[in-house]
């Protein structure tokens, strides 16, 4: 009997759904003297250290979690649940943590460092351990902008490392049966669900073989994503579509292009190796999103079967129902994640927000600030959709320009990225730039960047867009929009320094396999996950 540890913090739900699938019931823990009766303990921290341990000292968790932890019994910490071992983080000021690991926990900084540390990445195993040994050579999904330092007071709990930044952090520690890793076993794909099993079934013990040899440092790889614009049809169900250029009728007042069903291509995308999968409800911002019943159960039947991160996105925002009752953004955004999401992608509100911010009318209440407290700033994605607007020179506009090689129709050499809302139909006088430096502001922990010129085309990304996006903010970027052969990939990290890269139109279709977008990143020498 496996008991989870859910102080009702935020998503852990794939955690569920990766210990069912691996076929172990589940027992919850409600009271304090459930941790002290479990035989094998998982804790999947979520969100802030802080918010995590005020939560815990609140349900009375922390001195029998204590207890069951200084008795050595087993016991995996995901996440938060490895930083919470330790006695501070510098995410909490003053708030202790568990105190069973010395060492306090720290942010990522760093010129130029994208933070969070967001994605797959490798680990250097420094002693031999049943936990990992054979899967350490795979790449795993990490998410989080605080990170713990070996140190030779903590030397003895080190299992491994990765590297990051300038230097290594602690990616696994395990004393005993007690273990935990700072990325997501559950997200991590084969894998993941691999460490899981070990530590379900008890094999988790070090090997008596002799020390590791050396490794190489790590690198995190670029992320290959597969979006799936989803919408209901004219028959009313809900399906796979694509536009070109947003436009997805199949010609003017023609049907909803139908390109497949969402759970089905979900998966098919997961075997076939996309490292994340993003859900966009195209047309959520007509109606109540939490209406969508069949979009949350595709959530849910998905996140069944797919161990990568998802996304949804479409319709995230404030909403008062017809019978008058008031919806809050997290209202909309928690059933999302309690349906399998772990990230939501905000677009039209984003754009709101940015104008209210700009005119001085930001209450610090905005949907960006309320998620990214509740959730953390990982699980809030912006979804951009701009277009270009073309001047003859930097002074006609206010915007941040960029010297295009691309010259619009009258050869202007110069343009700025109009934001739009409404999937395209209404543009706002707010440039992709200024979006993404103040939704970065507000809390937002990653771009995910269309571009309504490049969208469906295949002529490949907008480098100038993505390069001047990429270079205003700290947070990833995910080029998205043109895509059309594997050599657009490469091109897109090559130029811009973007953190993943979106498709839809050419993996709907099968015009190009997601193994031939990785072979030719590798061929390029560009970290991807194999
Ligand atoms: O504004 O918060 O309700 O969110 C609506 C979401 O739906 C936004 O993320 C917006 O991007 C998306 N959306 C709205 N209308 C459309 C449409 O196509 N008519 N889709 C739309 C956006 C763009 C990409 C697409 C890439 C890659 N789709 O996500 O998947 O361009 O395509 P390609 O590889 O085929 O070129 P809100």
Redesign the pocket.
């Known amino acids: 009997m496996i008991s989870l540890l859910d102080y009702g913090a935020g998503n852990v739900r794939s955690v569920r759904n990766a210990i069912v699938r691996l076929g172990f019931r589940l027992n919850e823990i409600r009271r304090p003297e459930d941790i002290l009766a479990a035989e094998r303990l998982i804790f999947p921290g979520v969100g802030a250290f802080g918010a995590a341990m005020e939560r815990l000292h609140a349900l009375g968790y922390v001195e029998p979690l204590r207890e069951y932890l200084q008795a050595g019994r087993p016991f995996l910490g995901i996440c938060i649940g490895l930083q919470g071992l330790f006695e501070a983080s510098e995410e909490s000021p003053g708030v202790p943590g568990l105190g069973i690991i010395p060492g306090t926990v720290r942010r990522f900084q760093g010129p130029g460092l994208t933070v969070p540390h967001m994605g797959w990445n490798g680990l250097r195993q420094q002693r031999p351990a049943a936990l990992l040994d054979g899967i350490d050579d795979h790449r795993f999904y990490f998410v989080h902008s605080y990170h713990a330092l070996a140190s030779p007071a903590n030397a003895d709990w080190v299992l491994a490392t990765t590297d990051y930044g300038d230097g290594a952090f602690i990616s696994a520690v395990q004393h005993g049966e007690v273990a935990a890793v700072q990325f997501h076993p559950e997200k991590s794909g084969v894998p993941g669900l691999e460490l899981l099993r070990r530590f379900l079934v008890g094999e988790t013990l070090a090997q008596a073989a002799g020390p590791l040899p050396p490794r190489p440092p790590t690198r995190l790889a670029k992320r290959v994503i597969a979006?799936?614009?989803v919408?209901s049809n004219d028959a009313g169900d809900l399906v796979v579509?694509?536009?070109d250029q947003?436009?997805?009728r199949e010609a003017a007042g023609g049907a909803v292009r139908n390109l497949g069903k969402p759970v089905d291509l979900a998966r098919r995308y997961y075997d076939e190796g996309a490292d994340e999968i993003?859900f966009?409800?195209?047309?959520?911002?007509r109606d109540f999103?939490l209406a969508d019943q069949p979009m949350l159960e595709v959530l849910r039947r998905t996140s069944e079967n797919v161990f990568v991160p998802l996304t949804i996105?479409?319709?995230?925002?404030a909403f008062t129902a017809a019978d008058g009752t008031a919806y809050s953004a997290i209202d909309v955004v928690t059933e999302y994640f309690r349906s399998g999401a772990d990230k939501v992608?905000?677009?039209?509100?984003?754009?709101d927000t940015v104008e209210q911010v700009r005119a001085g009318g930001g209450d610090g209440n905005s949907a960006i600030e309320q998620i990214a407290h509740r959730y953390g700033s990982q699980a809030v994605v912006i979804?951009?959709?701009p277009r270009r607007v073309y001047v003859e020179a930097p002074q006609q506009t206010a915007h941040t320009v960029v010297a295009t090689a691309n010259p619009g129709p009258n050869g202007e050499r110069w343009c700025w990225f109009q934001c739009t809302?409404?999937?395209?139909r209404e543009g706002r006088d707010v440039d992709a730039v200024e979006l993404a430096r103040t939704c970065e502001m507000l809390g937002a922990g990653e771009i995910?960047l269309?571009?309504i010129d490049?969208?469906?085309?295949?002529t490949g990304f907008d480098l100038e867009l993505i390069a001047a996006v990429r270079a205003a903010v700290k947070i990833p970027v995910i080029a998205?929009?043109?895509?059309?052969r594997p050599e657009h990939f490469s091109e897109v990290f090559q130029h811009t320094g973007a953190d993943a890269a979106?498709?839809?139109?050419?993996?709907?279709r099968r015009e190009v396999p997601i193994a031939a977008v990785k072979a030719q990143l590798r061929a390029d020498g560009i970290p991807v996950r194999d």
Request: charged share 20%.
């Open positions: 979006c799936l614009d919408r579509t694509k536009g947003y436009d997805v993003t966009l409800n195209i047309t959520a911002f999103p996105g479409g319709g995230i925002r992608s905000i677009g039209s509100d984003a754009v979804s951009v959709d809302v409404r999937g395209g995910l269309n571009s490049r969208d469906g085309t295949g998205s929009s043109g895509a059309g979106l498709a839809a139109g050419i993996f709907h």
